[in-house]
C-alpha cells in the first residue's frame, strides 16, 4: 500500500533529493540528524519508512547508501469511484504522477478518487485516491472496480455457489447482488493526502 509522505518525512526526503542533486551523493544518517537536529536511530526510524513507503532505495549497510527515488509514472485520474453509492466520472482526466516502485508489474493503470467509506476495514478511506490496474477479470477476494446496473462501484469480489455478489468493507453496508456486472480494473495501490 502507498500512502503519501508526512510532512515531516516530506521534509527529510526533500532535504535528501536536494542534498543528492547539489553534491551528486546521498547524505549520512549523521548529516540528516544533524540538519533537523534529531538522532541518527531517530532519522534511521524515517528512512526506513520512507524506503518502505517506496521513495528510497538503501545499498544494504553502506555510508551514503541512500538513494532517492524519483522515477514516477504518469497515470489518469479518470473521476469518483463510489466507496458507497455509486458516483459519476470526470469530464476531463487529469494526470498524476506515482512513484514506479508503486506498480512495478506491467499493464495499464489509472486512478480515482474516493468518495464514501463502505471499504474502511481494507484501509480505503473517504478521499483516497486508488490505483487501478485495468483489467476484465476478478477470482474470488480481489478489490475491484465494478459497474453494475447501479453504476460504478469499489468493492470486494465475492463468488459462491455459482452466485456472484459485491462485498463493502464496512459492515453497515449490505452485499450487492448485481443483475449485471462489468469488470473494469483491479486495485493496485493507494495514494493518501
Excluded at 533529493?17 to 533537523?36: N, R, V
Excluded at 534511521?44 to 551514503?64: A, C, M, P, S, Y
Excluded at 477479470?137 to 452466485?163: F, P, Q, S
Amino acid at each position: 500500500m502507498f500512502v503519501n509522505p508526512t510532512p515531516k518525512q516530506k521534509q527529510i526526503l526533500d532535504f535528501i533529493g536536494d542534498f543528492y542533486k547539489k553534491e551528486g551523493y546521498s547524505p549520512s544518517l549523521s548529516e540528516i540528524a544533524k540538519y533537523f537536529k534529531k538522532s541518527v536511530p531517530t532519522i534511521h526510524r524515517f528512512i526506513e519508512t520512507l524506503r518502505v513507503k517506496g521513495f528510497l532505495d538503501k545499498e544494504g549497510n553502506t555510508w551514503r547508501g541512500i538513494i532517492p527515488n524519483s522515477a514516477t509514472r504518469e497515470v489518469f485520474l479518470l473521476g469518483y469511484i463510489a466507496a458507497g453509492q455509486p458516483i459519476e466520472p470526470y469530464e476531463n482526466p487529469e494526470p498524476i504522477h506515482i512513484p514506479v516502485s508503486m506498480i512495478p508489474q506491467k499493464g495499464n493503470f489509472y486512478a480515482l478518487k474516493v468518495q464514501g467509506d463502505s471499504m474502511v476495514e481494507d484501509g480505503i478511506l473517504n478521499e483516497d485516491t486508488i490505483i487501478v490496474k485495468h483489467q476484465k477479470t476478478a477470482v474470488n477476494g480481489d478489490r475491484i472496480v465494478a459497474v453494475t446496473e447501479k453504476g460504478a462501484t469499489l468493492k470486494v469480489y465475492r463468488e459462491k455457489n455459482g452466485k456472484i455478489f459485491l462485498e463493502p468493507r464496512n459492515k453497515k453496508y449490505q452485499y450487492i447482488y448485481p443483475k449485471k456486472l462489468e469488470i473494469r480494473g483491479k486495485f493496485a495501490g493507494l495514494i493518501r493526502q
